[in-house]
């Protein structure tokens, strides 16, 4: 499956921002999408997943976002959504969206096998 991520750029202290990942190769069946962060000099870490089957959909977030970020998916689209409201200069970083083939959702970014390139978010303050 490939990736393309878009949505990111400069936002102030307080505003938002909305990311979207569009995957191409295969459909949502059952799957898990997840978005991941990276500061210079820092880790790429876990911001939130979705998991997706049939039936039933779940979801997972960092505690550093919870309550600021939403993960959607548009499944006309094909589409995975990040809304991150109140957004902090901590945020900045560049976002990278991932898929790993089954619905539990681990927040490792080696249990993810698709990447996609990235895109930046800067938080001014």
């Known amino acids: 499956v490939q990736l393309v991520e878009s949505g990111g750029g400069l936002v102030q202290a307080g505003g938002s921002l909305r990311l979207s990942c569009a995957a191409s190769?295969?459909?949502?069946?059952?799957?898990?999408m997840g978005w991941f962060r990276q500061a210079p000099g820092k880790k790429r870490e876990f911001v939130a997943a979705?998991?997706?089957?049939?039936?039933?959909?779940?979801?997972s977030y960092a505690d550093s976002v919870k309550g600021r970020f939403t993960i959607s998916r548009d499944s006309a689209k094909n589409t995975v959504n990040l809304q991150m409201n109140s957004l902090k200069p901590e945020d900045t970083a560049v976002y990278y969206c991932?898929?790993?083939?089954?619905?539990?959702?681990?927040?490792?970014?080696?249990?993810?096998?698709?990447w996609g390139q990235g895109t930046q978010v800067t938080v001014s303050s």
């Open positions: 991932a898929g790993r083939p089954s619905t539990a959702i681990r927040v490792s970014a080696s249990e993810y096998d698709s």
């Open positions: 190769g295969r459909t949502f069946m059952t799957y898990t």
């Open positions: 979705l998991s997706i089957s049939w039936s039933s959909s779940g979801r």
